[in-house]
């Protein structure tokens, strides 16, 4: 199983950008899936997830700025972000737990995505 993510890049304060990441490969079933993201210096941490249903969760930064969405049928997760602030530059992984067709369960990370935000 395989994640790829898109859509980073250099944007101004204010602005907007998304990102997406699809899931490839031995998938019986995608189960919750989200968007982490580590600064510079820092931990990685949650952003946003959302399950196979459709239930959402964000960080309090990003919470009225940042939606998390899904498309079940094609495995891929985007993230809209919008009034981006500098403090949200950072490399973006999303992740997914997979029930594989062997039927276990993994967690995947994707390879990561570059967002900054300029002032």
């Known amino acids: 199983v395989q994640l790829q993510a898109s859509g980073g890049g250099v944007v101004q304060a204010g602005g907007s950008l998304r990102l997406s990441c699809a899931a490839s490969?031995?998938?019986?079933?995608?189960?919750?899936m989200g968007w982490y993201r580590q600064a510079p210096g820092k931990q990685r941490v949650v952003v946003a997830t959302i399950t196979s249903g459709g239930s959402t969760n964000y960080a309090d930064s990003v919470k009225g700025r940042f939606i998390i969405g899904r498309d079940n049928v094609k495995n891929t997760v985007y993230l809209n972000m919008s009034t981006l602030k500098p403090e949200d530059t950072a490399v973006y992984y999303c992740?997914?737990?997979?029930?594989?067709?062997?039927?276990?369960?993994?967690?995947?990370w994707g390879q990561g995505t570059l967002v900054t935000v300029s002032s």
């Open positions: 992740h997914a737990a997979v029930t594989t067709l062997q039927r276990y369960v993994y967690d995947y």
């Open positions: 490969g031995s998938i019986f079933s995608v189960n919750t």
